[in-house]
């Protein structure tokens, strides 16, 4: 997996310094109008708003003003996904379950949650949500150390110029971690020779396979590309059509042509993830049925899969 297929995966554990930096860095990016609003404003330039692509022509923002907003708005959703996936993992360190995270709408009680997630430690051995994300040997050099005492040595018979009777000492490490990552994770040599595809364009490698199962990580990447992929085209031809009605046609064109050539990856990728959770394709249906149907797939797309192999195929988790 990527660094960044695990940063964005809601599987596994994270510690508490990787709460912190998710933490810094989505406050960064969600005061970022507020910081660059200012220093605009002390340097006498015009200013701009997060919102302007959204104001409509008759607001008057420039087209770098719209752009900024677009830029804005395209990275927020990336920044908000990170920090969730930070804060379920972070939630999983402590032993608890993503739900644990609803804690923090309570007032008062989410100072809780703080402490928890911030604060305290994560359970230093595995649990049910995989490995301890800290390396077992953290605290320990490593060390050499001699196996066997080295005797005196002596010339084999009269001849001082004979090969000596000296052992030679013989040394072994101890404590020390057998990957940078963690020792469990180690692998014999040649283990992973096949290249691994990157999880965010997984349903592209896989275009059109309805078989197998695909897990959270993999759809939910793969919907946030499909979502930024869209505002991208959208940001392109804002910037290359001229400003105006005429330009609209053209846009939902290039709209269209995206999202009816992912498609079938997006359907396909769809039908692995309930796969994933014991179910077959045809509960996809019922997001036909109005507000319900689109709610339960949401809750079906949220799931965990089922653990170990199923009638689908075997856990993606440990391919």
């Known amino acids: 997996m990527s660094d960044f297929a695990r940063l964005a995966s809601f599987e596994g554990r ?11 860095g989505a406050t960064l990016v969600v005061l970022a109008p507020v910081s660059t609003d200012g220093l605009l404003s002390l340097l ?40 969730l996936a930070t804060l379920v993992r972070r939630c999983h360190d402590r032993n608890w379950s993503g739900a ?24 230093p051995e595995d649990n049910a949500y995989g490995p301890s994300p800290k390396p077992l040997f953290d605290d320990m050099p490593m060390q050499l150390e001699p196996e066997a005492s080295v005797q005196a040595w002596a010339p084999v018979g009269d001849d001082p110029f004979s090969e000596f009777d000296r052992p030679p000492s013989a040394y072994r490490f101890t404590d020390a971690p057998l990957t940078l990552e963690s020792p469990r994770e180690a692998a014999p040599p ?27 990580s993999e759809y939910w990447l793969f919907v946030l590309f499909q979502w930024v992929l869209v505002v ?53 249906l019922l997001s036909f049925i109005p507000v319900i149907g689109g709610v339960v ?6 799931l965990g899969g089922t653990p170990g192999g199923n009638r689908y195929g075997p856990d993606p988790r440990h391919a």
């Open 100 to 123: 644990f995270l609803l804690v923090g709408l309570v007032p008062v009680v989410q100072l809780w949650a703080v402490v928890e997630l911030g604060l305290l430690d994560g359970a």
């Open 232 to 284: 991208g085209v959208i940001a392109g031809l804002w910037a290359a059509l001229p400003p105006g009605r005429a330009s609209a046609p053209f846009m939902v064109m290039g709209v269209a042509t995206v999202l009816i050539g992912l498609l079938l990856p997006n359907l396909a990728v769809t039908s692995r993830r309930l796969h994933d959770s014991g179910l077959s394709f045809a509960w996809w």
């Open 14 to 24: 994270a510690r508490r310094s990787t709460f912190w930096w998710a933490v810094v």
């Open 44 to 83: 006498g330039l015009p200013r701009w708003s997060p919102t302007a692509v959204l104001d409509g022509p008759e607001a008057g923002w420039a087209i770098w003003q719209q752009t900024a907003s677009v830029a804005y708005l395209a990275l927020m959703l990336p920044t908000m996904w990170l920090l």
């Open 297 to 302: 797939n949401l809750v079906l797309m949220c």
């Open 190 to 216: 040649f283990a992973r020779q096949e290249p691994r595809v990157p999880l965010i364009v997984a349903p592209l490698v896989k275009y059109a396979r309805f078989d197998g199962r695909a897990t959270r």
